[in-house]
C-alpha cells in the first residue's frame, strides 16, 4: 500500500510539474504612453457642472524605443475602441468616501461610450474619418463638497491609467499603460464643489 | 478527470493485492511483444499514443512511442493565446528495466529520448518604414528531449497489460521556442504476444 502511495504522489507531482510553466496570455501585448486620457481641470467647480474625462488617442502611437510610430489599429486587427475605468467618490465625512453613482442618462457623452454606476467604464471608440480613438463625457456635479477621481477599479496604480482594446476573436489585445501627471501620489484627482 | 485517476488507483490496489510468490513465473515471459494505447492522453489530452515493447530474456525490454495530437483543445488555447506552443507530434524510444522478478506485475525504470515538435508563437514589431505594428507570428519547432519515467505494469489472462507511467524530460533543442519539460505520464492498455 505504501508503493501505492508513493505512485499517486508521483503521478501528482509530475501532473503539476508538467504544467508548462509558459502559460499566459500569449495574445496580450504592453506599451507605455503618456497623457492619453485627460482630466478636463477646471479652476472651480460649482454644483451643476460636470467634470470631463477626456481620450483622443492617434491610431499612430509613439512607442519609447522605436523609430517608427506603432499602428495600434492594425497591431488590433481593426479594435473599435480601447477601453479604460475610473471612479468618483464624495466625501461623505471627514476621510470617508463613497462612490458617485452614474448613469449614462445623467452624463453627457460627446464622444465614445460607457458603462456608468459606481464606476465608468469607457470606451474610447475608433473614429475612421480622423483614425483617432475618441472619448470625452462628463459626470454631473449634483452636490457640493469634496471630490476626487482615480483611474482603474481596484488598482494601485497612482500615475498610471491602462486602455485595454476591444480586441475581437483571437487578435492581439493591445494594452496601453499611458502616465499621467494629474493624479496627486495616492492617485487622486481631488477637487472641491461649491 | 481527477476521478478518473483515482478510480485506476484504487483498481491497482486490488492487483497489489494479489500473491507476489503466485505470479513470479508464467505465460507472460514467453511472449515477446507488446502494443498499446494510451487511454489518458487519448481521453483528457486529445493525443492518440501507440507504443510498441520489446522484451528480452532479462530484465531489460525496449521499444518505441508514437504520439501526434488530433484533438481541439490543444489548438484552441493555442489560437486563443493560453499556450506559447502546439506540441503536434513526439516518437520516444525508450529502454526499461524490471524492477522485480515477477512477470505477471511488476514496477520498472525507463529511460527515454523524445523527438517532439509543433507549432510556437510569438509576438513579433514589424516595420514597414513608415509605421510598426504588432503581429502573432507562428513558426515550427523540433527538439529532442532525454528523459526519465517511472510506472508499474500488470497483466491479465497473460495477455492484457494495464500500465501507469510518469516520467519527464527537458528539451535540448530549440530551447526559446520548444517547451521546456516534455511529460510523459500514460495510463496505457496493451496486448502482449
Redesign the interface.
Known amino acids: 500500500?505504501k508503493?501505492?502511495r508513493y505512485?499517486?504522489l508521483?503521478?501528482a507531482a509530475?501532473?503539476i510539474?508538467?504544467c508548462?510553466?509558459?502559460?499566459?496570455?500569449?495574445?496580450?501585448?504592453y506599451v507605455d504612453a503618456v497623457n492619453l486620457v485627460e482630466i478636463a481641470a477646471e479652476p472651480d467647480y460649482a454644483v451643476g457642472d460636470y467634470i470631463y474625462v477626456t481620450a483622443d488617442i492617434s491610431r499612430?502611437l509613439a512607442?519609447p524605443g522605436?523609430d517608427?510610430?506603432?499602428?495600434i489599429y492594425?497591431?488590433t486587427n481593426g479594435a473599435r475602441g480601447f477601453v479604460f475605468s475610473y471612479i468618483l467618490e464624495k466625501e461623505t465625512s471627514a476621510g470617508v468616501w463613497q462612490s458617485v453613482n452614474s448613469t449614462e442618462e445623467t452624463m453627457i457623452i460627446n464622444a465614445g461610450t460607457v458603462q456608468a454606476g459606481p464606476y465608468v467604464l469607457a470606451t474610447a471608440a475608433y473614429n475612421a474619418a480622423n483614425e483617432r480613438y475618441q472619448f470625452n463625457a462628463g459626470i454631473p456635479l449634483a452636490t457640493a463638497g469634496n471630490y476626487r477621481l482615480s483611474f482603474g477599479v481596484n488598482s494601485d496604480a497612482t500615475n498610471e491609467i491602462e486602455l485595454r482594446s476591444r480586441t475581437q476573436g483571437?487578435n492581439?489585445f493591445?494594452n496601453i499603460i499611458s502616465d499621467t501627471n494629474q493624479l496627486n501620489n495616492q492617485g487622486y484627482y481631488t477637487f472641491t464643489v461649491n | 478527470m481527477k476521478k478518473f485517476?483515482i478510480a485506476c488507483?484504487l483498481f491497482?490496489?486490488t492487483v497489489?493485492a494479489q500473491d507476489d510468490e503466485s505470479s513470479k513465473k508464467g505465460p507472460v515471459s514467453a511472449k515477446k511483444n507488446e502494443f498499446r494505447v494510451d487511454a489518458l492522453s487519448l481521453i483528457a489530452f486529445g493525443k492518440a499514443n501507440i507504443s510498441y515493447e520489446r522484451f528480452g530474456d532479462g530484465k531489460w525490454s525496449y521499444g518505441v512511442t508514437g504520439s501526434f495530437a488530433f484533438g481541439d483543445k490543444f489548438e484552441n488555447d493555442f489560437?486563443?493565446?493560453?499556450?506559447?506552443?502546439l506540441p503536434k507530434y513526439e516518437v520516444v524510444p525508450y529502454i526499461r528495466y524490471k524492477m522485480s522478478n515477477s512477470d505477471a506485475h511488476y514496477?520498472f525504470i525507463e529511460g527515454f529520448i523524445s523527438a517532439n515538435g509543433g507549432d510556437f508563437?510569438?509576438?513579433t514589431?514589424t516595420?514597414?518604414?513608415?509605421?510598426?505594428?504588432?503581429?502573432?507570428s507562428k513558426e515550427d519547432y523540433f527538439s529532442l528531449a532525454p528523459g526519465a519515467s517511472?510506472g508499474?505494469k500488470v497483466y491479465f489472462a497473460d495477455s492484457i497489460a494495464l500500465e501507469?507511467l510518469?516520467?519527464?524530460g527537458f528539451n535540448i533543442l530549440d530551447p526559446d521556442k520548444s517547451?521546456?519539460?516534455i511529460?510523459r505520464?500514460g495510463l496505457n492498455l496493451g496486448y502482449r504476444f
Do not use: H
Request: glycine fraction near 8%.
Open positions: 500500500m508503493k501505492l505512485f499517486a508521483g503521478i509530475l501532473l510539474s508538467s508548462d510553466d509558459e502559460d499566459g496570455f500569449y495574445n496580450e501585448k499612430y512607442e522605436f517608427t510610430p506603432l499602428d492594425l497591431t483571437n492581439l493591445l | 485517476l488507483l491497482s490496489a497489489f489560437d486563443e493565446g493560453y499556450r506559447s506552443t514496477y508563437r510569438e509576438i514589431r516595420d514597414d518604414g513608415t509605421v510598426g505594428f504588432y503581429q502573432i517511472v508499474y501507469f510518469v516520467g519527464a517547451p521546456d519539460v511529460s505520464i
